[in-house]
């Protein structure tokens, strides 16, 4: 009980900090700062609380909001981190503040998604996850997209979480709340013919709303949309029996998937302990059994974190806070790509380490086994295999050719 008691202490946040921060500052985005214009859907209730614009509440119907947010010069600020306000109004030269809220219509937000679509006309989509108030969601959303350089139209869904580690079942009825929500506007992305592609990312809790907002979908049309095209869970706070038949339930025409998972998060430890002590997606190991099995069999792409360090005390927000691992998603994973091409720098040696062939592929393996990520790709393991195969066939071959000889 007292590490318990211990664990929800180091889950609190927001100590300290001001109330408002979504109040528009009035200084301009201050000299070699960053604009990151984010579109916000929501089903929190809206509340008359300056800056604050939506509540933990549940909302009778969706909202969207375009807010755009300054982030300090690179000089100023550490990659992964978001620089909060000391106080208000915030110093855009140090900290990130709010240039301006803009509420929209259904109308204006296709008006929107077209100027901001880049050439890619690819959609990324972020679903926060458990104690995030509002600004939270936003402000880590916008640290994100900038620090990974992705190449998408920035789509933040926001769900009524009461930021509060006492209002964990309030939280997780309100991902089951928002399930319609979120599969309308998946469908509406999808359908717009400005969108080429979709990439959804979901965090801890949002994982379940996520998936289960894909499984309706599949469920009423038969399949994912076609659009939709990548999914990835970081830290994802889900029952790994109850994703295996959400899994099946999506059919064979289902996106891709990518998981970050860390055997070391202490936030999916007390979610294990509240849940029944059934493990957590986002904290199983992918090279042991039944795991390896199931993620080869699913084609599920798994980025072990477990080695890397985290910036918080809970392991729980490594997926943003480790530049190696932003970068990855801004250059590989939000367009679809793979993360064990040598182009990545850390691919193959990590690839090899995490299929478990450590032991059969000399000097490569000796450097990665040391490495912070490891990749569990199962289309990897299966090229690796085969070059196996074909190489023992070599071997065989020649030796039959010798003893003829």
């Given at each position: 009980m007292i590490a318990v008691t211990m664990l929800l202490g180091?889950?609190?946040?927001?100590?300290?900090?001001?109330?408002?921060?979504?109040?528009?500052?009035?200084?301009?985005?201050?000299?070699?700062a960053s604009t990151v214009d984010v579109l916000v859907a929501t089903t929190r209730k809206s509340t008359e609380t300056p800056g604050v614009l939506f509540s933990g509440e549940r909302g009778k119907e969706p909202t969207v909001t375009e807010i755009k947010v300054s982030i300090p010069p690179d000089s100023a600020r550490e990659v992964g981190q978001v620089q909060w306000p000391k106080k208000l109004p915030a110093n855009p030269a140090k900290e990130f503040a709010t240039l301006s809220v803009t509420p929209r219509t259904p109308e204006?937000?296709?008006?929107?998604?077209?100027?901001?679509?880049?050439?890619?006309?690819?959609?990324?989509?972020?679903?926060?996850?458990?104690?995030?108030?509002?600004?939270?969601?936003?402000?880590?959303?916008?640290?994100?997209?900038h620090d990974s350089k992705a190449d998408a139209a920035p789509v933040l869904f926001t769900w009524p979480s009461r930021g509060s580690v006492f209002a964990y079942n309030y939280d997780k009825?309100?991902?089951?709340?928002?399930?319609?929500?979120?599969?309308?506007?998946?469908?509406?992305?999808?359908?717009?013919?400005?969108?080429?592609?979709?990439?959804?990312?979901?965090?801890?809790?949002?994982?379940?709303?996520?998936?289960?907002?894909?499984?309706?979908?599949?469920?009423?049309?038969?399949?994912?949309?076609?659009?939709?095209?990548?999914?990835?869970?970081?830290?994802?706070?889900?029952?790994?029996?109850?994703f295996g038949r959400q899994m099946a339930e999506l059919g064979k025409n289902r996106p891709h998937f990518t998981l970050f998972v860390s055997q070391d998060d202490r936030a999916l430890s007390l979610s294990r302990r509240i849940s029944g002590n059934i493990d957590r997606l986002g904290q199983v190991n992918p090279t042991v059994e039944p795991y390896r099995s199931e993620f080869e069999k699913a084609g599920i792409v798994v980025l072990d974190l477990t080695k890397l360090q985290g910036g918080d005390r809970l392991n729980h927000g490594k997926f943003a806070e480790s530049p190696e691992v932003v970068k990855l998603i801004g250059n590989r994973l939000i367009a679809g790509q793979t993360v064990t091409d040598s182009d990545v720098g850390i691919g193959e040696r990590l690839g090899a380490v995490a299929l478990g062939t450590a032991q059969t592929v000399g000097g490569a393996a000796s450097v990665a086994v040391s490495a912070p990520i490891a990749i569990f790709d199962p289309t990897t393991r299966r090229n690796y295999n085969e070059q196996v195969g074909r190489l023992g066939q070599a071997i065989g071959n020649t030796a039959e050719t010798a003893v003829g000889q």
């Open positions: 180091a889950l609190s946040s927001c100590a300290g900090r001001p109330e408002g921060v979504l109040i528009p500052t009035a200084s301009a985005s201050a000299p070699g204006s937000s296709r008006s929107w998604l077209r100027e901001n679509l880049p050439k890619s006309r690819r959609v990324m989509v972020f679903v926060h996850g458990f104690n995030n108030r509002y600004e939270d969601a936003v402000y880590r959303f916008a640290q994100l997209v009825e309100s991902t089951n709340y928002s399930r319609d929500a979120l599969e309308t506007m998946l469908h509406r992305l999808a359908k717009d013919p400005a969108v080429g592609e979709v990439t959804i990312m979901a965090h801890s809790m949002g994982s379940w709303l996520t998936v289960e907002a894909l499984r309706q979908m599949a469920i009423r049309d038969g399949r994912v949309a076609p659009k939709i095209s990548n999914v990835i869970l970081a830290s994802p706070d889900l029952d790994v029996d109850v």
